[in-house]
């Protein structure tokens, strides 16, 4: 079984900056990639960005230029940094981690954490 916690989540108000951070634990031979989702209320879960064990990058359009990956391979932490936040950042982030298994992969979430933009 493997584990995420999250945290860094908060409220902020438009054009400031948060860092989120997900640690991963448990049964971990091998990570594929891990990354952030969100969802917003009313709204179907979204890709915000994920990396790869080799760094490989990947972000949706809206947050492209605003929102940095990064992770730490040696201690499965993954970290989003969010700059210059607008109001439709606003929603519940998630941490999502793929496992290499014996048989194939296995995706896992964390609880999620709250990014409210107001002001």
């Known amino acids: 079984q493997v584990q995420l916690v999250e945290s860094g989540g908060g409220l902020v108000q438009p054009g400031g900056s948060l860092r989120l951070s997900c640690v991963a634990s448990g049964s971990i031979f091998s990570i594929n990639y891990m990354g952030w989702f969100r969802q917003a209320p009313g709204k179907q879960r979204e890709l915000v960005a994920t990396?790869?064990?080799?760094?490989?990058?990947n972000y949706t359009d809206s947050v492209k230029g605003r929102f940095t990956i990064s992770r730490d391979n040696a201690k499965n932490t993954v970290w989003l940094q969010m700059n210059s936040l607008k109001p439709e950042d606003t929603a519940v982030y998630y941490c999502?981690?793929?496992?290499?298994?014996?048989?194939?992969?296995?995706?896992?979430w964390g609880q999620g954490t709250q990014v409210t933009i107001s002001s």
């Open positions: 990396i790869t064990s080799i760094g490989r990058m």
């Open positions: 999502t981690v793929q496992i290499r298994t014996t048989i194939g992969t296995a995706n896992y």
